[in-house]
């Protein structure tokens, strides 16, 4: 009996090794097969092209959708083979493509996949038929004229449900923001400003598009008292020639 114990015992230590390498190696396949299937799903959304996730197209969102279920398949259940979920990922990305493509260069296929927009305002009035046809209601264009800065519907003089489901909103003439050109007043040219440093690193590209070097900017450094390039945290040069600077170490008086 002591033998037999001694030996059980003995197996039961030299079995728990084994079984804490198999699990570290299925740990290992599972973190492998979800580095592969994110590579595979970020790759093809890429390849589908810029869009905001609110500016999607019912079709961008359909493959989107289906993307996801499918990378997610192979990593909720170990036994479907990896390339069962990639396989179908590869072919959406490949339709989605070929469907941008055709949208492009033709308008019946790009007015049934994506839509056209609808006219929701003209001349001032809401248009209730095509609020009616879109299922689109009362509280749903309120809330997008207020998200654009519009509380009051007779301020609108045309207002566009675009495919995607955004509200395009063209003021009364009246409503609009004062312009330099209503005053008659002439204006210098205003480009964006190019990050000259991010988080203490210099952006050489941007360096070279302004066609400076890097004493050029640590000369306006200097001129700014500082020193160090590397406890700035962001430094931008607008078009006017006007160097703004964000230190590491400032500090928030709120």
Do not use: W
């Not at 198999?22 to 092209?49: D, N, P, T, W």
């Not at 800065?149 to 301020?155: E, L, P």
């Not at 900017?217 to 200097?222: G, K, N, P, Q």
Request: net charge negative; hydrophobic share 45%; aromatic share 6%.
């Amino acid at each position: 009996q002591e033998l037999s114990g001694s030996v059980s015992r003995g197996g039961i230590l030299e079995g728990a090794p084994a079984r804490l390498l198999c699990q570290e190696k299925i740990m290992l396949h599972v973190v492998v097969r979800a580095l592969i299937v994110y590579g595979f799903v970020l790759l093809s959304m890429r390849l589908m092209g810029k869009r905001e996730i609110g500016n999607l197209s019912p079709f961008d969102l359909v493959v989107a959708i289906t993307i996801a279920e499918l990378g997610a398949l192979p990593l909720q259940n170990p036994d479907v083979p990896l390339h069962h979920g990639i396989a179908p990922i590869i072919v959406l990305t490949l339709l989605h493509v070929g469907m941008a493509a055709a949208c492009l260069k033709f308008q019946g296929i790009r007015r049934v996949i994506i839509g056209e927009p609808t006219v929701i305002i003209e001349d001032g009035k809401v248009i209730s038929s095509n609020m009616q046809r879109l299922r689109y209601n009362l509280n749903d264009l309120v809330t997008q004229l207020r998200g654009q800065g519009f509380f009051d519907v007779a301020d609108v003089e045309f207002a566009v449900l675009e495919p995607s489901g955004s509200l395009s909103v063209l003021p009364k003439s009246q409503k609009r923001p004062v312009t330099p050109k209503d005053l008659g007043l002439n204006t210098d040219y205003e480009g964006p400003a190019f990050p000259l440093i991010a988080d203490g690193i210099v952006q050489y590209r941007y360096l070279k598009m302004l066609d400076l070097t890097v004493k050029d900017l640590a000369d306006m450094l200097e001129a700014k008292g500082i020193d160090d390039v590397g406890q700035v945290f962001f430094a931008s040069l607008s078009s006017g020639g006007e160097l703004y600077v964000a230190m590491k170490n400032e500090i928030s008086l709120d």
